[in-house]
């Protein structure tokens, strides 16, 4: 079946860049996505990006894709103390109803 | 926008007993709502899918009679935990998608339940 996976933990300065990586083994997925979960909170769609395009950019979030590769990056440019949360990676297929969530990678970033 | 509210926030109830959580869509009718579970630190695990008028689609190891899914306007989904028991403390959230061609669900902001 399709598996998304995440490093678990990332830990940055204030003001540095964030770069949070995501692989799949899906091969037919349409859209990929990434998902902000503050403590006790539900998710929040911070952006997505569609399996044809290799990069969008969204204010201070830059996502690439290597479809090839079946990598996918999320990067946080300017990282904030409010940007400290789990970010979940997700993917669709062409074909699925359902989201396939990554187990999550806490970012943590200190001031 | 497209928001999406459970209630309640947080539950906490008695072995034995069963509790209901909603999912409502405010600003958009969702055919489909889809209800996860979280266990602490853990990733979202789809339970099941329920269409507006139609029986929900349970994923595999989920038990249909234990969590009853009612999906009965387009802007209500109700996730039933019947005869609870303390494993199944967790957290519950639901997201809701337009129509079966949007690519976006929209998420709930859960709900802790707490079975003591």
């Known amino acids: 079946g399709e598996d998304v996976e995440q490093s678990l933990f990332l830990s940055v300065r204030e003001g540095d860049s964030s770069v949070i990586n995501c692989t799949y083994t899906d091969s037919s997925s349409t859209y990929l996505y990434w998902y902000k979960q503050e403590p006790g909170a539900g998710l929040q769609l911070l952006t997505y990006i569609f399996s044809n395009m290799d990069m969008k950019q969204d204010q201070r979030l830059t996502v690439l894709l290597n479809k090839k590769d079946k990598h996918l990056s999320l990067r946080i440019a300017d990282t904030q103390t409010g940007d400290s949360a789990i970010y979940f990676c997700a993917e669709i297929g062409e074909y699925g109803n359902k989201l396939v969530f990554g187990a999550g990678t806490i970012l943590r970033v200190k001031s | 926008g497209a928001v999406v509210s459970q209630h309640p926030s947080r539950v906490i109830c008695k072995s034995g007993t069963s509790v209901k959580i909603e999912c409502r869509s405010l600003?958009?009718?969702?055919?489909?709502m889809f209800w996860y579970r979280q266990f602490p630190k853990q990733s979202l695990m789809l339970m099941a899918t329920?269409?507006?008028?139609?029986?929900?689609?349970?994923e595999q190891g989920v038990e249909k009679d234990k969590f009853l899914i009612n999906h009965a306007s387009l802007t209500l989904s109700t996730l039933t935990v019947t005869s609870a028991h303390p494993e199944d403390s967790s957290f519950y959230i639901c997201?809701?998608?337009?129509?079966?061609?949007?690519?976006?669900?929209?998420f709930g902001p859960g709900t802790r339940l707490t079975v003591t």
């Open positions: 997201s809701a998608r337009r129509n079966r061609d949007s690519n976006q669900q929209y």
């Open positions: 329920s269409n507006e008028g139609s029986k929900a689609t349970y």
């Open positions: 600003d958009f009718q969702a055919t489909t």
